[in-house]
């Protein structure tokens, strides 16, 4: 069996008293497209945040390729890992923000070439011809020395794309990428977005695009309250939801 | 597009309204500030020809030098320092946090002039000898006695500039707090160090918010200078004093001390400006042109339309 890009078994987290995630256990194998949507507070953006160990998680289990996310197994012992061996692995993990984040006082250019050079430690010339090749695939060939303060939302989110692949991940997170977005300006990123599940690399997304988890999607997850209410095929759970949970939430939004 | 039947809307011509407040207290101003200068000159105290005289006499300009060392030393190493314990105060180490902590509660709290006489008479009269060598050791690397080592401008540059620190950690603190959490969080998705993320993506952000005030301090630095007169140290004012204690000339050296003091402060000012400049980048304000840029196209640049 290959093993799963992300494994969860029983993750829970929990801030202070609130619960966020009461038992998460969902896999994904390399190459697949997984949608997870739910309400707001359902805990879809904590558990992505987890993955790259941007919040560590209270209980459970989680793995990312057969690693265990933030910690070192040793028999039966659990260690803390530091924070050079975190970043090693987050390196390997793309992740693409609601609000964008990119540093604004370096050029688009500058914002795809930072960490490969400075991670990585990839030569600057190479890195730059990387970049370029990145920014023209995301159609902002003519914007590369431009400041953030000068792209529309959906330029600054095809930049925040790029930038994540420069590192040449073998996971993708996206996090309600298209939220912050204008309506006319979300189709550019969702393109873009499709495009790199057509070239088959392994997304989780958390999004409020039904229309994108259902085309693109192989693997749809509804999460409501910390938990997993139901996942499955898009197209059937769209179509026919077991759970009255799940019912109730798709006929508001469809 | 539709046409307008009517042509332009006329512009209107307002009679604008007289604030005869503002006129009031604008010739009141002028008339007190006229009557002042009148005033100190007639008195015959500001002898404008002592004034021509020493403003370019060599202790003077001697002692302009010193002012310039010790302040651009102390500012540099308070800068450098305030960098150092705004990262301790924030750090999850609790030692260190409570440590950066007290230094700033220390020489916040207490007046600079008492930092400096206690460097300049206290540390020599405690501690007699200073050594550095290898602890546990008999090896010695350096050692002299501790007056010898604390010089007047040594005990000035130590008390400026760890005083000087104490301000810059709070404006770097308040610098790097201001920066979107976010960012650090983009950065760390990237597989950036914690390192790594302060010294390529928070402090570059941070600067806009720390070189205002910075230019500040260093402009009260320039000033400050001064009370290492009462350490004997040999800078601006301490030079003015050594004249006029001979000659008796004491208001014309003091407005000649002043003026240098006006254009160190000036220039000061102008760096700050272009250096504010340079960190606004990437922050969509516009900024239009600086004046260089206005100087350097009125004198022969290209047109540019």
Not at chain 1, 85 to 99: D, K, N, P, T, W
Not at chain 1, 153 to 163: H, M
Request: aromatic residues 8%.
């Amino acid at each position: 069996m290959v093993t799963p890009m992300v494994r969860a078994e029983k993750v829970y987290k929990r801030f202070g008293r609130v619960e966020a995630l009461r038992g998460i256990d969902l896999t994904v194998a390399p190459g697949e497209v997984t949608v997870i949507i739910g309400p707001s507070g359902s805990g879809k953006s904590t558990f992505l945040r987890c993955i790259n160990h941007l919040e560590q998680i209270s209980a459970g289990r989680l793995w990312v390729d057969g690693e265990l996310v933030g910690y070192r197994q040793d028999g039966d012992r659990i260690h803390e890992l530091r924070e050079r061996e975190v970043a090693r692995r987050r390196a390997a993990i793309g992740m693409v923000f609601q609000r964008f984040n990119l540093f604004p006082h370096m050029t688009a250019l500058q914002n795809v070439t930072e960490a490969p050079v400075r991670v990585k430690g990839i030569s600057s010339s190479v890195a730059q011809a990387a970049a370029r090749r990145l920014l023209d695939r995301v159609g902002l060939a003519g914007k590369i020395d431009c400041y953030p303060a000068e792209l529309s939302g959906g330029q600054q989110q095809r930049v925040a794309i790029a930038r994540a692949l420069a590192m040449e991940p073998k996971l993708m997170l996206f996090d309600e990428a298209t939220s912050a977005l204008d309506p006319e300006l979300v189709g550019e990123v969702l393109a873009v977005m499709r495009g790199l599940a057509a070239d088959g690399m392994t997304m989780v997304v958390v999004t409020h695009e039904m229309g994108f988890a259902r085309e693109v999607g192989h693997h749809l997850v509804f999460m409501d309250d910390g938990a997993v209410v139901e996942e499955g095929p898009p197209r059937q759970v769209f179509a026919e939801p077991r759970e009255p949970r799940t019912r109730a939430f798709l006929s508001k939004v469809l | 597009m539709a046409a307008r039947a009517t042509g332009d809307p006329e512009a209107i011509r307002a009679i604008p309204v007289r604030h005869w407040g503002r006129w009031a207290s604008g010739v009141g101003v002028v008339v007190v500030m006229a009557w002042v200068s009148w005033s100190a000159v007639h008195s015959g105290i500001i002898d404008g020809a002592q004034v021509r005289r020493y403003q370019f006499s060599p202790l003077i300009l001697e002692g302009l030098r010193a002012t310039v060392v010790l302040a651009v030393a102390a500012q540099a190493t308070g800068v450098v320092l305030g960098v150092v314990f705004a990262v301790l105060r924030l750090s999850k180490n609790v030692v260190a946090s409570w440590v950066a902590a007290f230094y700033i509660w220390f020489f916040r709290g207490t007046p600079v002039l008492v930092q400096l006489f206690f460097w300049y008479n206290g540390v020599p009269s405690v501690w007699k000898r200073i050594t550095i060598g290898v602890p546990f050791t008999h090896l010695t690397l350096y050692s002299a006695r501790t007056v010898d080592f604390m010089t007047p401008f040594m005990a000035a540059f130590l008390g400026l500039a760890l005083n000087e620190g104490a301000y810059m950690a709070e404006i770097v603190r308040a610098g790097i707090l201001s920066v979107d959490e976010g960012q650090v969080e983009a950065a760390q998705a990237l597989g950036m160090t914690p390192l790594l993320t302060m010294r390529r993506i928070v402090l570059p952000q941070a600067m806009r918010v720390i070189v205002p005030p910075t230019g500040n301090e260093f402009i009260s630095m320039l000033k400050t200078t001064s009370l290492a007169e009462a350490i004997t140290y040999g800078e601006l004012l301490r030079r003015a004093s050594d004249i006029y204690s001979s000659n008796l000339e004491v208001v014309p050296l003091l407005v000649v001390a002043s003026i240098w003091y006006l254009v160190l402060t000036t220039v000061a000012g102008t760096g700050q400006y272009f250096l504010e400049r340079r960190f606004a980048r990437g922050r969509g304000r516009d900024l239009g042109e600086s004046p260089w840029e206005r100087v350097r196209r009125a004198v022969g640049g290209r047109p540019r339309w």
